[in-house]
């Protein structure tokens, strides 16, 4: 049986340690003005910080297609999908589209879409677990449930803004609140 571990892009994990394990970044892309980055490997992050920086408007994101996720799950027969928050993103839920699309085209395969409920660091602790479990020879069903209950009570996200700039720009924050944050140099965890 063919293994596979699938993230979107807000996954820090750019490979997985592993020959036997299929493993992609489904890239999400992002939105700055009428500009579309696509957040690849292909991606010039200081081309695309500056741009963001000097933007006023509103920034943002957008989910992966399902078809994105589907070119990547038709290669195994056992998949694991890690996706960004479905609190933050469509992600998962084009990601659950795409499982559909699969199963109706290839019944027998197994796949598992797991929320992180989380981004970047925790995604890769889910992912490199996920693996470990492959590796030690768990079955499909054992993984699902090791992988749920570690995403769910062993890990956690906590992060630190450098800057609420972008908060304010999209109107989750209010200019005076984001202001006078950067006066204060408080940092938001």
């Not at 892009?9 to 299929?22: H, Q, T």
């Not at 010039?44 to 799950?73: C, H, Q, R």
């Not at 470990?132 to 449930?145: L, M, P």
């Amino acid at each position: 049986m063919r293994y596979g571990i699938f993230v979107d892009s807000s996954c820090d994990l750019v490979e997985l340690d592993s020959n036997d394990i299929a493993y992609a970044r489904v890239p999400l892309n992002l939105d700055v003005g009428e500009k579309v980055f696509i957040d690849n490997n292909d991606l010039d992050v200081s081309i695309f910080m500056k741009e963001m920086e000097a933007y006023t408007g509103k920034t943002g994101s957008s989910a992966p297609s399902p078809n994105d996720w589907l070119d990547n799950y038709e290669k195994c027969d056992c998949i694991f999908v890690i996706t960004i928050s479905s609190a933050l993103s469509g992600s998962y839920s084009s990601a659950l589209v795409a499982k559909d699309m699969l199963l109706e085209e290839y019944p027998d395969k197994k796949i598992e879409i797991i929320d992180s409920k989380a981004t970047g660091p925790k995604m890769t602790l889910i992912a490199n677990y996920i693996k470990e479990c492959i590796i030690a020879g768990q079955d499909f069903e054992e993984i699902v449930k090791n992988a749920n209950d570690y995403t769910t009570n062993k890990t956690k996200l906590l992060f630190i803004l450098e800057s609420m700039e972008n908060l304010v720009k999209n109107g989750r924050v209010s200019r005076l609140k984001g202001g006078i944050s950067k006066i204060l140099g408080i940092k938001v965890l």
